[in-house]
T-cell receptor, first 112, second 112 residues
Framework: DAGVIQSPRHEVTEMGQEVTLRCKPISGHDYLFWYRQTMMRGLELLIY????????DSGMPEDRFSAKMPNASFSTLKIQPSEPRDSAVYFC??????????FGPGTRLLVL | QKEVEQNSGPLSVPEGAIASLNCTYS??????FFWYRQYSGKSPELIMSIYSNGDKEDGRFTAQLNKASQYVSLLIRDSQPSDSATYLC????????????FGTGTSLTVIP
C-alpha cells in the first residue's frame, strides 16, 4: 500500500487566499484525521471522520476552516481566507477501527 | 489540565544508555495508549501500542502502563544516535464516542 497520500507537500500563499489541502487515506481504513502541528502548540486534532461522516470538529479553529470527505478515498481541508497564523504543517492520518493512526507526509503551509 | 502531558525535554542520554520517557493522562476511562516517534521534518510513526497494565516489549523498546496512576512510559534500551527524535504519547478515550489526544512530545537526543 502506498500509505496516506497528501498534496501539495508545500504551499506558499498570500494572506486572504483560499488554500485547499488534499488527502487520500489508506484503502480500507474507516477513520480519517486532520491535524495541525506548530512548534508552539504541538500536534492539534482539527477534525476526524468515521465512514466519511464528520464526528468531532471541535478542534477546527474557526469558521475559516472547513473539511469534507465526499467518499472513502478522499478528503479536503480548506482555509478561506488564509491568515499568517495558519502557517503550520498539516497532517492527515487514517486508521482502521480508530486505533493505530498512520500519518501522511504532511503539507507545509506558509501564509505570507 | 491537558488530557495528555509529557515533559518536553530536551532529554539527553549517552549512546548505549537507557532512555526513559514518561506520559500522564487525565481521563481514567482512557483505553488505548500509543507511542509515536517523529524525526525532524517528518511525520509521526508508531513505535508501540499498549492496552493493558504492565509491560510490553518490542526489541529495544518497552512500554509500561499503569492505569491506577494514569501514566504510560517508554523505555529505550541501548539507545542509539538514530533514536534521536521527538516522542509523542497518544491516548484514546471512549466516552461518548472516541476521543483522541496527543501529548506535545519529548525531544530525545542520544549523544555518541
Amino acid at each position: 500500500d502506498a500509505g496516506v497520500i497528501q498534496s501539495p507537500r508545500h504551499e506558499v500563499t498570500e494572506m486572504g487566499q483560499e488554500v485547499t489541502l488534499r488527502c487520500k487515506p489508506i484503502s480500507g481504513h474507516d477513520y480519517l484525521f486532520w491535524y495541525r502541528q506548530t512548534m508552539m502548540r504541538g500536534l492539534e486534532l482539527l477534525i476526524y471522520f468515521n465512514n466519511n461522516v464528520p464526528i468531532d470538529d471541535s478542534g477546527m479553529p474557526e469558521d475559516r476552516f472547513s473539511a469534507k470527505m465526499p467518499n472513502a478515498s478522499f478528503s479536503t481541508l480548506k482555509i478561506q481566507p488564509s491568515e499568517p497564523r495558519d502557517s503550520a504543517v498539516y497532517f492527515c492520518a487514517s486508521s482502521f477501527g480508530g486505533e493505530t493512526q498512520y500519518f501522511g507526509p504532511g503539507t507545509r503551509l506558509l501564509v505570507l | 489540565q491537558k488530557e495528555v502531558e509529557q515533559n518536553s525535554g530536551p532529554l539527553s542520554v549517552p549512546e548505549g544508555a537507557i532512555a526513559s520517557l514518561n506520559c500522564t493522562y487525565s481521563d481514567r476511562v482512557s483505553q488505548s495508549f500509543f507511542w509515536y516517534r517523529q524525526y525532524s521534518g517528518k511525520s509521526p510513526e508508531l513505535i508501540m501500542s499498549i492496552y493493558s497494565n504492565g509491560d510490553k516489549e518490542d526489541g529495544r523498546f518497552t512500554a509500561q502502563l499503569n492505569k491506577a496512576s494514569q501514566y504510560v512510559s517508554l523505555l529505550i534500551r541501548d539507545s542509539q544516535p538514530s533514536d534521536s527524535a521527538t516522542y509523542l504519547c497518544a491516548v484514546i478515550t471512549a466516552n461518548t464516542g472516541n476521543q483522541f489526544y496527543f501529548g506535545t512530545g519529548t525531544s530525545l537526543t542520544v549523544i555518541p
